[in-house]
């Protein structure tokens, strides 16, 4: 028991015995002294319970700040320190480099990715006048009775069908002929297969 508590409490227990001598009320007295060595016992815990703590930050703080002891130690530390910025900046500018060039990247893959996207949008559009093109070619080449033959690019031909027996083959060569001639040509064909 630390000094300076068992100083109060003797002569709180002597005024105690006083009081207990002079009146002859234990009874009374005893709860009230029982009280007081409890409330002692409390504070006495609660203040090695603080002294714990205060060690406990005194330990921490004396392990967890560097003491130099000498100007060469305390040279050492800031290289240390200065050796440990030098590594961390050079740590942040590669990864600021890295980001920039990631960004750089984004930029061209985001360009790219808009090119793209406008050719689908420009085949797309190709694509729905070929099938425009493509079912006029068929709605002309039913009612016309007209079958082409695509395998020479430089001249137009082909053959007309009539009744699925007769068929009349036409061969016209644009740079020969003027269009005018070809598609009256053509027209003679489909009148042809039109007879009966």
């Not at 207990?20 to 009280?35: F, R, V, Y």
């Not at 068929?138 to 007209?146: A, D, G, H, Q, T």
């Not at 009744?163 to 053509?186: C, M, V, W």
Request: aromatic share 6%.
């Amino acid at each position: 028991m630390a000094a300076w508590f068992e100083a109060p409490l003797s002569k709180l227990e002597d005024a105690v015995d006083t009081l207990i001598a002079e009146k002859g009320c234990i009874s009374n007295i005893q709860p009230a002294l029982t009280q007081l060595r409890e409330q002692q016992q409390a504070i006495q815990a609660d203040s090695k319970q603080q002294l714990k703590e205060l060690a406990k930050e005194v330990e921490f703080e004396q392990n967890s700040s560097p003491v130099c002891r000498s100007k060469d130690e305390y040279v050492q530390l800031l290289d240390d320190l200065g050796a440990q910025q030098h590594e961390t900046a050079m740590d942040l500018s590669k990864k600021e480099q890295s980001v920039s060039s990631m960004r750089a990247e984004i930029a061209r893959l985001k360009a790219e990715t808009d090119k793209l996207e406008k050719d689908q949008t420009q085949l797309d559009s190709e694509m729905k006048a070929l099938k425009k093109q493509r079912a006029k070619v068929l709605l002309y080449m039913r009612s016309s009775n007209i079958k082409w033959d695509y395998s020479d690019a430089s001249s137009v031909k082909g053959f007309v069908v009539k009744e699925q027996e007769q068929l009349q083959t036409f061969e016209l060569d644009p740079n020969k002929h003027s269009q005018y001639f070809i598609a009256d040509r053509l027209w003679a064909q489909v009148a042809w297969s039109a007879r009966q």
